[in-house]
Structure formats: structure tokens, C-alpha cells
């Protein structure tokens, strides 16, 4: 379109105006605007490949609690930080927060399954034919039953416990489901037979133990270890933020301790070999009753004659320690420098279970990088608060780090504005994350979240399911933001949700999704920025009883969760 003469001189007569105007709008508003933009364009899909290669390889053994090949990957993260420039948070100069935990090593001699008959004695001993998750030494001897599944179902017609007299004996089951059976995922390997066991321990036996599947055997069969087998540590329940009911209502446990006997308990899993010895029956016979399990029938249960059997276990304690990775970029403003925003994620895995390496990509290498990256993006340009990046331990074992952090922190708890947590971030609908707890103390933080969200055009569609506190896997208990919800700290849990894969050995950087990783990295380091530029601590809003930050909310009920 063409200006006539008369626009054309009026512009001329203007445009220093303009032009004045307009430097005035960029200095008003450019810096904070081209600052984030500047951080986003250090965070690099490139950068969290290179360094999740590292960290979610299969060489760290599952990155076990405590264990050297997670103290080498500890110190991976704590000389990136000194590198990088991020300053220690910890008053020794160190980016290391020791954490003191107790192993339970099993003594491997004095482990071991003793069947007693009319030839005499047979040994089967732990990491060869048996495996267990011990924690306490102990004997636990009696007759053998065997109860198929262990189910009782009477309203289905599936009653493996019927007449079955339990008080005392050695309890054997089949690791099987019936054919249908659906389980949500995120459940483990062993969760999918807890209920079983709990029952059979309500109806008084000794111990159970569950035949592996007939895949697991054919495994064994093949040379792998299954029953391989690594200390694990944890921390012991010394802090109020660990208590947690994450069973039954303390009425209902109270009223079955006085219907169960008085008998020591234990639980194990155990060969072909062993059952077929323990049962007096062949290892065909063992195959067999699998296969009638998935043809949808059921198997006979009975009392085994002739034979007793003993299981001894010998566990050795010991103190050790593991330690969080702690970091800081110093906020930008002298008064809110000494306020902070925790951007966590833990990075600990599995180690090794059903005798094979849970690498741990996912479940935890996404968010240890997504940490590395955040860290680069705010130092470029600082918010007014300080955040610190906290690479917590042992959080699947109880979250040890996450636990002793908020006990033992280096900053006051009452400064903390939010906790941003991450944990499994990188896999499942692109398009699609997880906030849980968002909602829940404060509406200023998930307010934080969706604007940036929508602003910077990264739109996540959010799902709230596991902010349910009574959603049956009770997921949001499960994580390292749990400990700052107990002390009344507005937390997030950054989610991508359960995989198939998950606590297995499919658990790999192959399957990681590292446009999703990119973007959720993106979300959490804007969220930051932006939560580290308000005038206030992010608000308790929501929660009427929790209105302050500190351990005064320790007692407060609605966050124990059952209590």
C-alpha cells in the first residue's frame, strides 16, 4: 500500500518519538523476556543425551543404595556442578551431604532352605535356588502346604486357602495370576503377589514362599543368576516426615494382630528345583501346574507328608552412608537471594533384581540430566532467589536423601518457596505430564506452571490423577516431594507416568523420548524463573490448616496421609 505526501511527513516529524518509546518498552521489559528466552537456548537435547548415556548405563550396576557405582556417579554430578559453576550449598564448601543409612547384607552361607524326610536332609542355599528381600535374622521352620496361588475367592469359585490349615507351616504358591488378571500399571514384580502373602501371614503361616515363572526358570536354565543379589541400605525411621501409612487404616492392623499368632514371618522366592524337592513331586509336575493356571484352571492345594522344612536366614548390619549432590545458583537480588526454590530428582535406581541390571533411565537418569541442564539455563541469567539443585539418594529405598535433607537442611525450611521435583520424565504421550500435588497447598503454583506452559508455547495438556491422596497405588506418596509437603512447603511431582518397564531391565536409554525430556526440562527451569522472580514466597492457599512453612505442620493430619 502506498503513504500519500502528507502520512510520509508526519511519520518523518515522529519517529524519534517512536524510536524513544520503543527503547523505553525494551529496556522496561526486554531483559527479563530475552534472560529466559537466552536459558532455554542452553538447554540441549544434545547435552541431556550426552550425559544421560553416561549416567543411565547399564556399567553402574542399577546404581544401588548405597553402592561404588553410584558413589562414582555422585561424583560425575558433584565435579559437572564445580565445573559448571554452580556454588555448594553444603557451610564445608562440599557439594556432598553425606546420609547415613544401615545395609542389611544377607550372610550367604547361613541363608539357606533345609528339607527334613525320610532320606535325610536336603540344603538349597540363598543366591543359588532361593532369594528374599531380608531384612532380620531369624528361623522360620514347619510343614509344607502347598496353596496353589494363595488366592481365596469364594464368590468366584476360586478358593485355593479352603480347609486349608495355615497356623505355623511353610506356605508354598505359584508366582502366576489367572488368566484376565489386569494389574495398573506401576505396580512391581513383587507387588502382584502382596496381597496374597499378607493373607496367608493373617492366617498364621511361618513363611511363604513363591515358585518363580516357568520365564524366570527357563532363564535360570540358560546360566543368568536370577536370584543375583546386592545389599540394599536404608535410612532407619528416626524423622517424623518418614512416617507415612501406606497400608491399612491403623484400626484395621490393630484389630488383625490380635487374630494373628505370635509367630515370626518371612517371605522368599525359590527354583523349580527347590519346589519340586520341597512339594515330592517332579519338575514336570511343577511345569505342569503353570500351564493349568493359564489355561484358566485351577490347581489343587494340599498338605505335603513326610517332609519339614527350615529356612534360615542370617542377615548382617552395618552403618554406611550414601550422599545428596547439592548445588546453588545464588539468586540475583541481596534481600531474596537468602529465599529458595529446591529443584530435585533422584539418582539412585534399582541395582539389580530378578538377577538382572534396572539401569534406570527413566526412573532416575531423566530428571539427574534435566537437573544438569536447568542448572546451565539459570546461571546465565539469575532469578532473584537462589535455587538450589538437589540430586537426593536412596529414594527407592525409602527416600533416604530427600528425607534427611528437610532434617538436616542447609538453609532455613522456612525459606523454601516450592519444591520442583522430578522423577521419570521422559517417556509415554509427548504431548502429555503428570502434576502431582500441584494443587494441593498452593494455588500460586500450579497457577506458575500453566502459565508458563501456555506463555512459552510448550503445551502440555496436565493430568491430576495421582494427586488423589486416596488413589489406591497412592502415587503421591511415592516421591522425593513428599518430605516438603510434610513440613508445609508447596511441592510439585513432574511426572511422565508408569511405563511397562518400569523397575525392569527394560528400563533403558533406547527408550527414552528425548523430545518429551526436552520440553519437560524447559517447563521445570521456566517455572523456576518465574516462581524465582515473585515478590513473595509462593502462598498456602489452599489447605486452611497449613498456613506457614516449618515442622509445626508434622503433626497435622492431612498430611500424613492415614495417619
Known sequence: ???????????????????????????????????????????????????????????????????PELEIATLYLGNWAG??????VMKDGSFYQPVPVTVASVFQPGTRITLTGANGDRIYYFGKELNGNFNRSGTYRGEVVFAGLGISDPETGWDDLKNLDLRGKIVVILDAQRPGTVFPLGFTMTG????????????????????????????????????????????????????????QAAAVQAAEEKTRPSLPFERAEISHDLAADML???????????SKIEQGLQ??????SGISARLDVEVETFRSESRNVLAMVEGSDPVLKNEYIVISGHHDARGIDDGAIIAGADDNGSACVALMEIGRALLVERPKRSVILAWFTGE??????????????????????????????????????????????????DAS??????????????????????HPQRVYFRSDQYPFVRLGIPSVWFFCGFTYDYHTEWDIIER??????????????????????????VRLDVNPAVTSRGKHNLPEKSLFGGR
Not at 27 to 55: H, M, V, W
Not at 280 to 285: C, F, L, Q, R, Y
Not at 406 to 422: A, H, Q, R, W, Y
Open 1 to 67: 500500500m502506498l503513504l500519500n505526501l502528507n502520512q510520509t511527513c508526519i511519520m518523518k516529524r515522529n519517529f524519534p518519538k517512536v524510536l524513544f518509546f520503543l527503547l523505553l518498552g525494551l529496556i522496561c521489559t526486554g531483559p527479563a523476556t530475552f534472560s529466559q528466552l537466552r536459558g532455554l537456548g542452553t538447554i540441549s537435547k544434545k547435552e541431556l543425551k550426552y550425559n544421560l548415556d553416561f549416567l543411565g548405563a547399564v556399567e553402574f550396576r542399577g546404581r544401588e543404595t548405597p553402592s
Open 83 to 88: 565445573r559448571t559453576g554452580l556454588k555448594p
Open 449 to 470: 506452571i500453566r502459565k508458563v506452559n501456555k506463555k512459552y508455547g510448550i503445551n502440555f495438556t496436565f493430568d491430576y490423577l495421582y494427586s488423589n491422596l486416596t
Open 299 to 304: 490347581v489343587p492345594s494340599f498338605a505335603v
Open 512 to 537: 527414552v523420548d528425548y523430545d518429551k525430556l526436552y520440553k519437560t526440562t524447559r517447563l521445570v527451569y521456566l517455572t523456576a524463573y518465574d516462581i524465582g522472580n515473585m515478590k513473595h514466597l
Open 280 to 290: 515330592g513331586i517332579t519338575k514336570d509336575e511343577i511345569a505342569g501346574m503353570f
Open 396 to 445: 527407592e529405598q525409602g527416600m533416604n536423601g530427600s528425607h534427611y535433607f528437610v532434617n538436616n537442611c542447609p538453609v532455613p525450611v522456612e525459606k523454601i518457596s516450592v519444591c520442583l521435583n522430578m522423577d521419570m520424565i521422559s517417556r509415554n504421550d509427548p504431548d502429555s505430564l503428570y502434576l502431582v500435588g500441584s494443587d494441593l497447598l498452593s494455588s500460586e503454583l
Open 192 to 247: 502382584r503377589l502382596m496381597s496374597r502373602i499378607f493373607e496367608l501371614r493373617n492366617r498364621g503361616a511361618a513363611a511363604v514362599l513363591s515358585v518363580v515363572s516357568p520365564e524366570r526358570e527357563r532363564r535360570k536354565a540358560g546360566g543368568q543368576n536370577i536370584f543375583d543379589y546386592i545389599p540394599e541400605g536404608r535410612m532407619t525411621p528416626v524423622y517424623e516426615t518418614q512416617r507415612i501409612n501406606l497400608g
